[in-house]
């Protein structure tokens, strides 16, 4: 079945850096597109950063400049580079392919990886 494992996540200060990575199986990952999720605490879920199958990288405005997302085809694996990390960062951090307008594309989610950022 469908899984991603995130990881990476922790306490940083205000404009620290992480690398999150997710671990995807059970679906054909080099045919979708991928992106990251974040929840905050009281929040609905919303799109950080997304990479086609060809490469081509979306942000969110929030983030833009500041955060990198890549992949690996041949580990199955998608990152997420954070610099600048802002308080406002906190957030529990997810992986998922996606369909158009960035839904995601499997009911399946992992655990996710809590990014806490102090001020």
């Known amino acids: 079945q469908v899984q991603f494992v995130e990881s990476g996540g922790g306490l940083v200060q205000s404009g620290g850096s992480l690398t999150l990575s997710c671990a995807a199986s059970?679906?054909?990952?080099?045919?979708?597109?991928m992106s990251w999720y974040r929840q905050a605490p009281g929040k609905t879920r919303e799109m950080v950063a997304a990479?086609?199958?060809?490469?081509?990288?979306n942000y969110a405005g929030s983030v833009k400049g500041r955060f990198t997302i890549s992949r690996d085809d041949d580990r199955k694996t998608v990152s997420l580079q954070m610099n600048g990390l802002k308080p406002e960062d906190t957030a529990v951090y997810y992986c998922?392919?996606?369909?158009?307008?960035?839904?995601?594309?499997?009911?399946?989610w992992g655990q996710g990886t809590l990014v806490t950022v102090s001020s």
């Open positions: 059970g679906f054909p990952f080099k045919v979708h597109d």
């Open positions: 998922n392919a996606y369909f158009s307008d960035f839904q995601p594309r499997f009911r399946s």
């Open positions: 990479i086609t199958l060809g490469g081509r990288t």
